[in-house]
């Protein structure tokens, strides 16, 4: 662990903490400069501690999870599939906001998606550390087998000034016009061109979001992450058996 020198006689609690679990875990604390911590973070905030951990890894999807079934019957779950998300702040973000709602399956591909980098842990506030990440080879082969066991698959999309994209309009539906009845699958879509067309074929709805009157037509979306928190919550609000 390496530690700005001069935190090392500090007495913040936060501090001491970080150097009690240290010393618990025989970790070795080494104290540096600032300008060796700005290297180790690659110029990204670090609040004066960083620590040489090895790497973490993705996870292989059993196919047998999708006959599992949450633990209480009043609460059938939702998982979160990942399609193509890139920046490692997103990533981060999702993970963070889908562990507080309590989603505990997230599944992604490793190919065009994210490394579980350091950057992803500090983004997720640690949650990457304590929740594993799911990856499957084929998001949509693993899609249709999910509809294949009553698995609902929802995805996101942005809504254009026609009032969404026409081809599936028929399937489009404001996050507030969406029930959750049993297990439930939410996709969300890569931060420059959403969902693959592949994947928006295979999802059962297509939800959106919709922005207050008024809104200039050129801002059609959210953020994925900021979008993630908002169509979680409102499906855990709904949820049904």
């Known amino acids: 662990m390496f530690i700005k020198e001069s935190l090392l006689s500090s007495t913040k609690p936060s501090v001491q903490e970080i150097i009690h679990l240290a010393n618990l875990k ?3 604390i080494e104290p540096c400069s600032v300008q060796t911590l700005y290297q180790l973070s690659q110029d990204r905030p670090h609040q004066g501690v960083c620590m040489d951990t090895s790497l973490l890894q993705y996870e292989e999807m059993d196919m047998r999870h999708l006959t599992r079934t949450s633990a209480s019957e009043n609460s059938p779950p939702i998982w979160l599939v990942l399609n193509e998300i890139q920046d490692p702040m997103n990533f981060g973000a999702i993970l963070r906001t889908s562990h507080f709602l309590g989603i505990t399956t ?3 591909t490793e190919k065009n ?3 579980l980098s350091p950057v992803v842990s500090k983004a997720s506030c640690g949650v990457l550390e304590v929740q594993p990440v799911y990856t499957v080879a084929d998001i949509e082969s693993f899609l249709q087998n ?3 066991h009553n698995w609902r698959v ?3 999309t942005g809504v254009s000034p026609s009032g969404g994209i026409d081809k599936y309009k028929g399937r489009t539906r404001s996050i507030n016009e969406i029930e959750t009845n049993g297990k439930c699958i939410l996709v969300l879509g890569n931060e420059g061109k959403g969902l ?3 994947v928006k074929e295979i999802c059962d709805y297509l939800i959106t979001v919709p922005a207050a009157a008024g809104v200039t037509k050129e801002l059609d979306s959210l953020n994925v992450s900021v ?3 908002i169509v979680l ?3 855990m609000l709904k949820k049904t058996k």
């Open 196 to 198: 693959s067309p592949n």
């Open 233 to 235: 919550y409102q499906l």
């Open 154 to 156: 929802l995805g996101t």
């Open 146 to 148: 999910c509809k294949l």
């Open 113 to 115: 998606s994210c490394a």
């Open 26 to 28: 025989n970790i070795v």
């Open 106 to 108: 997230i599944i992604t």
């Open 227 to 229: 979008a993630t928190g």
